[in-house]
């Protein structure tokens, strides 16, 4: 055989080698599944995609109608226990906790008492919002909700996690850096763009309790949770929650932290699934013709906070259109809107979404931070079985996962071609151990210093955010890059020096 087939036939064997294993990652899409089979689908599917992604355990609730048909649990509540998930089990709903928080303010709108073009410092006297360059009086009410007040993120400090029963600060001492990365500050003018900011939902929890003269957690409780039915919903943590709640896990798959947070509005809610699927289900049409928002708020309230208010930007540009008030809003390729929000916290991840008009809807809470391509796949398959054009998620997803594949193979066939070269010259003795060698010295360098930053850029950079987006793929992405780069540092420190190479 020639020695170009037997090269071809060589890199052939090493690129299936390296990129078969791929092609046969987990499918998890709703295939066959309809309405009535899904929930069969998750019980036959989703512990196989626990294992897979390593995630603890999990938590779906499904919404069909305008109301909850449907709760599965899975996995472990606590690892190290052996504690199930069980339909029961509490978990933290993060950022979630931003749409609830929503209703909460509306709800205020309703009763007359303030209005969403307020400026907040009309109704916020605790804490001064900070020094400006503009007038101050364009903080509104609807731009905080929004995410346009011009507020910077406001990160919860990790290193800054308060024990249950540990002395904890104010929301106006959390505004002066108490418990965050750093004091609440303007990035931009408000309305200038969407810029998601916590800090902002924390000056909407020092509003709810200024106007209505009740802690945060007491209004929210009284007004919203109860008449929803969300009863093990509580922003308080108690020997209840102490007992029923899931232990989150973090990004390395190492048990997380018990805490409390400081402040509730951004993120600070504990409920179940069933909880959070009422509050899915409120959002629309009830089975009996029940109105969108269950009398908590009006319909024409939900129809506010479903609108879009402003176009997101940068990477959640990617999974959704547009940011309405406390919800993220996707116009789906058919033309249907759906609303949903998911939530982030140290060892927890959560997701809801929901689609008004057909009154469908899922939440999936999950205890690991390694889920986020977990509850993509779920969502894709609910959207998939209902017969849902594709949510924006799952396709972003897909397409990175898609792109990873093709970066494995690709580097998994250079791979191949320099082992080929490296080979083939040290057994001819055409290559040798000659790092200061003067052949070639541009292009061994120029080699040489690509794969120094590839190797600088993977691990110092782009692992790290790749990880919680596509945990299996990454440690293929790794795999493969690290050969690379090591086989284009042998290639430099062994020289070829005699002869034609092929």
Same mark, same amino acid.
Not at 208 to 226: A, D, K
Not at 357 to 382: C, H, K, M, P, Y
Not at 447 to 468: E, H, K, Q, S, T
């Given at each position: 055989?020639?020695?170009?087939?037997?090269?071809?036939?060589?890199?052939?064997?090493?690129?299936?080698?390296?990129?078969?294993?791929?092609?046969?990652?987990?499918?998890?899409?709703?295939?066959?599944?309809?309405?009535?089979?899904?929930?069969?689908?998750?019980?036959?599917?989703?512990?196989?995609?626990?294992?897979?992604?390593?995630?603890?355990?999990?938590?779906?609730? $499904?919404?069909?109608?305008?109301?909850?048909?449907?709760?599965?649990?899975?996995?472990?509540?606590?690892?190290?226990?052996?504690?199930?998930?069980?339909?029961?089990?509490?978990?933290?709903?993060?950022?979630?906790?931003?749409?609830?928080?929503?209703?909460?303010? $509306?709800?205020?709108?309703?009763?007359?008492?303030?209005?969403?073009?307020?400026?907040?410092?009309?109704?916020?006297?605790?804490?001064?919002?900070?020094?400006?360059?503009?007038?101050?009086?364009?903080?509104?009410?609807?731009?905080?909700?929004?995410?346009?007040?011009?507020?910077?993120?406001?990160?919860?400090?990790?290193?800054?996690?308060?024990?249950?029963?540990?002395?904890?600060?104010?929301?106006?001492?959390?505004?002066?850096?108490?418990?965050?990365?750093?004091?609440?500050?303007?990035?931009?003018?408000?309305?200038?763009?969407?810029?998601?900011?916590?800090?902002?939902?924390?000056?909407?929890?020092?509003?709810?309790?200024?106007?209505?003269?009740?802690?945060?957690?007491?209004?929210?409780?009284?007004?919203?949770?109860?008449?929803?039915?969300?009863?093990?919903?509580?922003?308080?943590?108690?020997?209840?929650?102490?007992?029923?709640?899931?232990?989150?896990?973090?990004?390395?798959?190492?048990?997380?932290?018990?805490?409390?947070?400081?402040?509730?509005?951004?993120?600070?809610?504990?409920?179940?699934?069933?909880?959070?699927?009422?509050?899915?289900?409120?959002?629309?049409?009830?089975?009996?013709?029940?109105?969108?928002?269950?009398?908590?708020?009006?319909?024409?309230?939900?129809?506010?906070?479903?609108?879009?208010?402003?176009?997101?930007?940068?990477?959640?540009?990617?999974?959704?259109?547009?940011?309405?008030?406390?919800?993220?809003?996707?116009?789906?390729?058919?033309?249907?809107?759906?609303?949903?929000?998911?939530?982030?916290?140290?060892?927890?991840?959560?997701?809801?979404?929901?689609?008004?008009?057909?009154?469908?809807?899922?939440?999936?809470?999950?205890?690991?931070?390694?889920?986020?391509?977990?509850?993509?796949?779920?969502?894709?398959?609910?959207?998939?079985?209902?017969?849902?054009?594709?949510?924006?998620?799952?396709?972003?997803?897909?397409?990175?996962?898609?792109?990873?594949?093709?970066?494995?193979?690709?580097?998994?066939?250079?791979?191949?071609?320099?082992?080929?070269?490296?080979?083939?010259?040290?057994?001819?003795?055409?290559?040798?151990?000659?790092?200061?060698?003067?052949?070639?010295?541009?292009?061994?360098?120029?080699?040489?210093?690509?794969?120094?930053?590839?190797?600088?850029?993977?691990?110092?950079?782009?692992?790290?955010?790749?990880?919680?987006?596509?945990?299996?793929?990454?440690?293929? $992405?790794?795999?493969? $890059?690290?050969?690379?780069?090591?086989?284009?540092?042998?290639?430099?420190?062994?020289?070829?020096?005699?002869?034609?190479?092929?």
């Amino acid at each position: 055989m020639s020695p170009n087939g037997t090269r071809r036939r060589y890199l052939a064997a090493i690129g299936a080698g390296l990129t078969g294993p791929l092609a046969g990652c987990l499918d998890f899409g709703g295939g066959d599944a309809t309405a009535d089979s899904l929930p069969a689908h998750f019980d036959d599917r989703v512990p196989e995609l626990l294992e897979h992604y390593d995630v603890p355990g999990a938590c779906i609730a $499904l919404v069909q109608d305008g109301e909850v048909t449907w709760i599965g649990a899975y996995g472990e509540a606590d690892r190290e226990e052996g504690r199930p998930t069980t339909t029961e089990t509490v978990f933290r709903a993060a950022s979630i906790t931003k749409s609830v928080t929503a209703w909460g303010v $509306l709800n205020l709108v309703e009763r007359g008492e303030i209005e969403l073009d307020d400026p907040i410092e009309r109704h916020v006297t605790r804490w001064e919002l900070p020094e400006a360059e503009f007038d101050t009086e364009a903080v509104t009410v609807r731009r905080l909700l929004s995410h346009t007040s011009g507020l910077q993120m406001g990160l919860p400090d990790e290193e800054q996690l308060y024990a249950p029963g540990e002395e904890r600060p104010a929301p106006e001492e959390v505004l002066d850096g108490e418990g965050l990365e750093s004091a609440a500050r303007f990035e931009q003018p408000p309305g200038t763009e969407f810029s998601y900011s916590n800090a902002g939902f924390v000056l909407l929890e020092l509003l709810i309790e200024e106007v209505s003269g009740r802690e945060y957690e007491t209004y929210m409780q009284e007004e919203i949770l109860e008449p929803l039915g969300m009863d093990d919903a509580t922003f308080t943590w108690d020997e209840e929650v102490a007992s029923t709640i899931a232990t989150g896990y973090m990004l390395d798959g190492d048990r997380g932290p018990v805490f409390v947070d400081p402040v509730k509005a951004p993120g600070g809610l504990y409920a179940t699934a069933d909880d959070l699927a009422r509050f899915v289900a409120a959002a629309t049409t009830g089975p009996e013709g029940e109105s969108q928002g269950r009398g908590v708020i009006a319909p024409e309230s939900v129809a506010e906070i479903h609108t879009p208010a402003v176009e997101t930007s940068g990477l959640y540009a990617l999974v959704a259109d547009a940011y309405g008030l406390g919800h993220f809003v996707e116009t789906l390729p058919d033309g249907q809107r759906a609303v949903w929000h998911g939530g982030q916290h140290t060892g927890w991840l959560s997701h809801y979404h929901c689609v008004p008009e057909t009154g469908d809807g899922i939440v999936v809470l999950t205890n690991s931070e390694r889920a986020q391509r977990f509850l993509s796949d779920v969502v894709g398959a609910w959207a998939e079985a209902r017969g849902l054009s594709s949510v924006a998620m799952s396709r972003t997803y897909s397409r990175f996962a898609t792109g990873a594949r093709v970066m494995v193979g690709v580097a998994g066939l250079a791979s191949a071609g320099l082992v080929w070269r490296l080979g083939r010259g040290l057994r001819s003795g055409d290559r040798r151990f000659e790092p200061f060698a003067r052949t070639s010295v541009r292009s061994r360098a120029a080699l040489g210093g690509v794969a120094v930053l590839l190797l600088g850029l993977w691990w110092g950079l782009a692992r790290d955010i790749l990880v919680p987006l596509l945990p299996v793929l990454t440690g293929w $992405l790794t795999v493969a $890059l690290s050969a690379l780069a090591l086989l284009a540092v042998l290639t430099v420190l062994f020289p070829h020096t005699g002869g034609d190479e092929q």
